[in-house]
């Protein structure tokens, strides 16, 4: 049986907390930064890959890291417009069924709406978080 393949762009705190959750759930799981300095955040149970890359170059994407045959992308930069253009590349371009992507600007969601790109906002999380606390 062909494990999925995931891929995760990003590798600050969130990044790496999923790449580790997927490699650790049985994918073949594969992070990307710029930086590879970043890693260090990864569990040292990771079994996954590490590439040091620029994720919004299309060559970088299908040589380094496979995108055609990936089944999943999660998208975590700090940066909404870099976590943007990459989910719609995935989207539109190479035909990803599973993007996830990280957006602090709520209003980024809007450029989304129209697809099945799955929108992550931290500040909502932290919301019901607190709001869950706060009724406890």
Do not use: W
């Not at 049986?1 to 891929?7: A, D, P, T």
């Not at 992070?31 to 299309?58: E, M, P, W």
């Not at 380094?64 to 045959?69: E, G, L, R, S």
């Not at 697809?115 to 009724?135: C, D, G, N, Q």
């Amino acid at each position: 049986m062909k494990k999925e393949k995931s891929l995760v762009i990003g590798c600050g705190r969130f990044g790496a907390n999923v790449a580790h959750y997927k490699s650790s759930n049985g994918f073949d799981c594969l992070i990307v930064d710029q930086d590879a300095r970043s890693f260090r955040k990864l569990d040292v149970n990771f079994s996954g890959y590490k590439v040091v890359g620029d994720a919004t170059d299309l060559d970088f994407l299908e040589n380094q890291c496979d995108i055609k045959n990936i089944d999943e992308i999660i998208i975590t930069t700090n940066n909404d417009n870099v976590n943007l253009y990459i989910s719609h590349v995935a989207y539109h371009i190479y035909h990803i069924e599973n993007v996830y992507v990280r957006f602090n600007d709520v209003d980024k969601g809007l450029l989304v709406k129209d697809t099945k790109i799955k929108v992550i906002y931290p500040f909502h999380l932290s919301m019901e978080e607190f709001l869950r606390l706060e009724a406890k």
